[in-house]
C-alpha cells in the first residue's frame, strides 16, 4: 500500500488533510492493482505476493476483464470526488500512458539482444516512477497544493519510484523468495533486462560478457547457471551501480520534498517511507 500512503502524505505535507484525498489513494491503488493483473498475464507469473495470480486462477479472459474493470472504478472513484476530478482524471491518465508506454518496452526488450541503458532506464521511470509519482501529486492537490508544490511532489515521485524500481531489480535477483514471493533469481531464469542486468551486460568487462553468452542459449538455465549469473552481475559491478543510482534518486527526492513541506511531521513520516522503500533487504 506504498502509493496510497504516499498520497495521503502528501495531502498532509501541503497542509491539507489526508481524508481529503481519500479518492486519490483509492484510485492509485485501484490502477496500480490493474496494472499487476495485466502484468501477470503477460509475463505468465503464476504468484504474486505468496499467492496465486487472478489468470492463473480464473483464466486469462476473466483476468483481462478484472483489470479493466480496476482501471475503470479508478475513474470513477475521481470523477465521483470533488472539483477538482478533471484535473485529477488528466493526471491519472497521463500516468496511465506512461505505464503503458513502460510496459510496452519492458516486453519489447525481451525479444532483444541488445538494450540500451538509458531506455531502460526510460522504461523504469514510465513503468513504476510514473504512477507513484502520480500519486504524490494527486495527494498534494487533493491537500489544497499550489501548482509548484504539485509538481515538486510529481518529481518527488518519479524519483522515488526509480529507487523503488531498482531496489526491486535488486531483490529480483538476490532477494530472500520468502519475502519477495517471488522464486529466487526468477529475474534471471525469465532472461529480464532488469536495471542491474543492463548494467552488467553495458560494463565491458569479461563478467559482462559471460553474462551476455548466458542470456544468449536458447534453453532454460540451469540452477548451477542462474547461480553463477548473479555472481556475474555483481562482478561486472551492476549490483553497485544500481544500489548507488537508488541513493542517488532517493536523494534527489528528498530534496524536492525538504523544498516542498509545510508540515514537518509529516515530511519526517514522508522521509521514513521513502527510506523504507530504499532499503528494503537485497
Request: some cysteine; aromatic content about 4%.
Amino acid at each position: 500500500m506504498v502509493r496510497p500512503v504516499l498520497a495521503l502524505l502528501s495531502a498532509e505535507v501541503v497542509g491539507g488533510y489526508a481524508c481529503d484525498a481519500l479518492p486519490a489513494a483509492a484510485a492509485v491503488e485501484l490502477t496500480h492493482n490493474f496494472s499487476l493483473i495485466h502484468d501477470d498475464v503477460m509475463d505468465g507469473d503464476r504468484t504474486r505476493r505468496h499467492r496465486a495470480t487472478v489468470w492463473s486462477v480464473f483464466g486469462i479472459p476473466a483476468a483481462v476483464l478484472a483489470g479493466d474493470a480496476l482501471w475503470t472504478l479508478a475513474l470513477q472513484v475521481l470523477c465521483e470526488s470533488s472539483p477538482a476530478s478533471g484535473e485529477a482524471m488528466g493526471m491519472l491518465c497521463a500516468a496511465m500512458q506512461a505505464i503503458v508506454r513502460g510496459q510496452s518496452a519492458d516486453t519489447n526488450f525481451e525479444c532483444r539482444d541488445e538494450v540500451g541503458l538509458p531506455e531502460c532506464v526510460a522504461m523504469a521511470a514510465d513503468k513504476t516512477g510514473a504512477l507513484i509519482g502520480c500519486a504524490c501529486a494527486l495527494g498534494a492537490l487533493y491537500g489544497g497544493g499550489n501548482p509548484a508544490q504539485i509538481d515538486r511532489l510529481r518529481r518527488f515521485g518519479e524519483h522515488l519510484g526509480l529507487a523503488f524500481q531498482l531496489v526491486d531489480d535488486l531483490l529480483g535477483i538476490w532477494g530472500d523468495p520468502t519475502t519477495t514471493g517471488k522464486p529466487a533469481g526468477s529475474d534471471l531464469a525469465n532472461r529480464k533486462k532488469s536495471l542491474p542486468v543492463v548494467a552488467a551486460l553495458h560494463s565491458r568487462t569479461s563478467a559482462g560478457d559471460e553474462l551476455a553468452s548466458l542470456y544468449r542459449l536458447d534453453r532454460p538455465l540451469t540452477a548451477a547457471e542462474l547461480v553463477r549469473a548473479a555472481i556475474l552481475v555483481e562482478a561486472s559491478g551492476g549490483r553497485r551501480w544500481a544500489r548507488s543510482q537508488a541513493d542517488r534518486h532517493a536523494a534527489s527526492a528528498l530534496r524536492l520534498l525538504n523544498n516542498t513541506a509545510t508540515h514537518p511531521p509529516t515530511a519526517t513520516a514522508l522521509t521514513a517511507v521513502a527510506h523504507l522503500i530504499t532499503h528494503r533487504n537485497h
